[in-house]
Each structure stands twice: as structure tokens, then as C-alpha cells.
T-cell receptor, first 114, second 108 residues
Framework: NAGVMQNPRHLVRRRGQEARLRCSPM?????VYWYRQLPEEGLKFMVY????????ESGMPKERFSAEFPKEGPSILRIQQVVRGDSAAYFC????????????FGSGTQLSVL | AQRVTQPEKLLSVFKGAPVELKCNYS??????LFWYVQYSRQRLQLLLR?????SIKGFTADLNKGETSFHLKKPFAQEEDSAMYYC??????????WGAGTKLIIKP
């Protein structure tokens, strides 16, 4: 079991472009969480998904950001028309349920917006 | 407001010295608290949680409701303890609220 896989590790975009971040949860995990970490700050919850459902997106900006977790394939965090303020580390975590003590993290994607 | 505060961005101690990483929280309900650790070039991983009252790698953390704290302690630091440490609180929606993290450096 390779664990939670995130790709790419580093993503560079120019302002106005789209960024797609992928997260493949651990085998057997159907719950995915996305977090954002700005420099010098803690992780901030963005969105919680189960297969084909968004359970809680209260931490995600209403505009430009979207997330999905299809029946097949990885979870995708999509940022449209990126701005410099979107530069951050984006972490994905997965679990078998709501037990956060069983949360497993990916290595993160570092997004840099030029 | 729900909040987790780790007042120290950086903590540097000598090998063999005691370590205390501070964590204070603000939460209206009954908190459930965690410590996560991220070693260099590794993923964030759970270190311990207050419910289990366990000691992992020599670390312990006691929930002090009076002081609203959940400090992480180890009596004798080892070089391999150098890492980023994050305190987190689980809210009523089963989401984690994170502190900003403390970078622990153990000097030889």
C-alpha cells in the first residue's frame, strides 16, 4: 500500500491559469480531506469528500475553487484563474471514516503562482 | 471562536534535555486533541491523541481543561525528535483545527 499519493509535488502556474491537484487515497479509504497551508500558518481545512459526494466544503472559497472525488480515479482539487495568494502547500488526507485518528496524509503539492 | 495556538514557531534544545511544546486551545465544547508530527521529508502523521493517554516515542501530553492546554512533553530529547509538531483539535463537525506548528531542533 503506497499510502496517500498526491501529484504533482510541485506545480508552477502563471496568474490566470488553472491548477489541478490530484490525490489518490489509501486503498480502502473512501473519505478524503483537503487542507491548505500558507507559509508560517497551520493547516486550514478546505473540503471533505466521500466517493461522488461533497460532505463539507465550508473551508473552500466559493469562487474559483472546486473539488471532486469520482467513483473511479483520484480526488481532484481544481483552482481556476489562480492568483498569487493561492500559492501554498495543499495537503490531502484520507481515512476509512470519520475517525480522524486514522487520518493518513499525502506529501502535499506545493503550488507556486508567478 | 475555535482556535489552536502554538506560541513557539521554533524550539531548540540540547540532546538529553527535557522538551515541552506548548499548545493552547479555545473551544466551547469538550475538546478532542491530537499531536501530529512531520519529520524531514516525510508525511504528516499522528503522534498521539489525548483520549488514548498513551506515550509514543517517549512523548506524553496531558489535557488541562483549566488552563485549556495540551502541551507535549518528553523528559530526555533525542536527535531523531527533530521535526515539525502540530497540535490539532477536533470540532463538533469532525474537522481538525490546526495550530501553526512548532519546529523542534535537537542540538547534539
Amino acid at each position: 500500500n503506497a499510502g496517500v499519493m498526491q501529484n504533482p509535488r510541485h506545480l508552477v502556474r502563471r496568474r490566470g491559469q488553472e491548477a489541478r491537484l490530484r490525490c489518490s487515497p489509501m486503498k480502502g479509504h473512501s473519505h478524503v480531506y483537503w487542507y491548505r497551508q500558507l507559509p508560517e500558518e497551520g493547516l486550514k481545512f478546505m473540503v471533505y469528500l466521500q466517493k461522488e459526494n461533497i460532505i463539507d466544503e465550508s473551508g473552500m472559497p466559493k469562487e474559483r475553487f472546486s473539488a471532486e472525488f469520482p467513483k473511479e480515479g483520484p480526488s481532484i482539487l481544481r483552482i481556476q484563474q489562480v492568483v498569487r495568494g493561492d500559492s501554498a502547500a495543499y495537503f490531502c488526507a484520507s481515512s476509512t471514516g470519520t475517525g480522524l485518528e486514522k487520518l493518513f496524509f499525502g506529501s502535499g503539492t506545493q503550488l507556486s503562482v508567478l | 471562536a475555535q482556535r489552536v495556538t502554538q506560541p513557539e514557531k521554533l524550539l531548540s534544545v540540547f540532546k538529553g534535555a527535557p522538551v515541552e511544546l506548548k499548545c493552547n486551545y479555545s473551544y466551547s465544547g469538550s475538546p478532542e486533541l491530537f499531536w501530529y508530527v512531520q519529520y524531514s521529508r516525510q508525511r504528516l502523521q499522528l503522534l498521539l491523541r489525548h483520549i488514548s493517554r498513551e506515550s509514543i516515542k517517549g512523548f506524553t501530553a496531558d489535557l488541562n481543561k483549566g488552563e485549556t492546554s495540551f502541551h507535549l512533553k518528553k523528559p530526555f530529547a533525542q536527535e531523531e525528535d527533530s521535526a515539525m509538531y502540530y497540535c490539532a483539535l477536533r470540532d463538533s463537525n469532525y474537522q481538525l483545527i490546526w495550530g501553526a506548528g512548532t519546529k523542534l531542533i535537537i542540538k547534539p
